[in-house]
């Protein structure tokens, strides 16, 4: 990034904070701590909008222009709903273990092929039994071993909530078969797979040894605090 981009952003900011009333510059605080925190803002939650988001739509101009003063970036798909940050130098990276990375390969396996047969409905649900029936299907026994603990099961989806890749339809504390799980639009941007077989075969290669390009034991994702999505 170069000086003279960092200086033009430093300016547009600086006029942009220095006119603007105090509930406009808590919300902009708030809006980019979010953004650090979890990598990724929603248009919606479930069945309802989100104001965060809807402040991006509105700022975008001067939000992206203080993120890169600190060589950030934001993204903004307005198709999806979703707002992304990334560090094209992969600062703060946080790294998938393998079986953080093999649910969420199944995750997205299940999304696109919901989206595929129903791509009007505003929400994407399965049961946390579902989920594990896939994964039954898809990996071997010794992958699946992990998640027939309740304990596991429940981490694992935890921490892909912390990223905003699921969310659960209702507030629990026990997470069990009956569980229902939304699955956010946020997939498209952790697994850029355009078909189903992509999602298969980058699923398969991470138990064959033929992660292209990664090593074998999970994906990197990166937000602020030691995480940011990276799905390159």
């Not at 594990?132 to 921490?159: Q, Y």
């Not at 890749?165 to 498209?188: A, N, R, W, Y």
């Amino acid at each position: 990034m170069s000086e003279a981009y960092v200086e033009q952003a430093h300016t547009v900011f600086t006029e942009f904070f220095s006119n603007c009333d105090d509930r406009t510059r808590r919300m902009f605080t708030e809006v980019t701590q979010d953004l650090y925190n979890h990598c990724f803002i929603l248009r919606e939650g479930h069945l309802k909008s989100n104001p965060r988001y809807a402040f991006i739509e509105k700022h975008e101009e001067p939000l992206a222009a203080y993120l890169a003063i600190g060589g950030w970036r934001l993204y903004l798909d307005r198709e999806l709903g979703v707002a992304r940050l990334h560090h094209p130098e992969g600062t703060g990276r946080f790294h998938f273990n393998k079986e953080e990375t093999s649910l969420l390969l199944v995750l997205r396996l299940i999304y696109h092929e919901q989206k595929q047969t129903a791509s009007e409905i505003p929400d994407i649900i399965v049961s946390v039994g579902t989920i594990r029936e896939r994964m039954h299907s898809l990996l071997p026994d010794a992958a699946i071993k992990p998640f027939l603990s309740r304990k596991t099961m429940g981490s694992r989806l935890r921490r892909l909530e912390q990223f905003r890749i699921i969310s659960f339809e209702k507030s629990s504390f026990q997470i069990d078969d009956d569980t229902p799980i939304i699955l956010q639009p946020v997939l498209e941007h952790m697994v850029n797979s355009q078909t189903i077989e992509e999602t298969q075969a980058k699923l398969k290669s991470l138990y064959s040894g033929t992660n292209n390009g990664a090593d074998n034991n999970g994906q990197e994702i990166s937000t602020q605090a030691e995480e940011e999505v990276n799905t390159a």
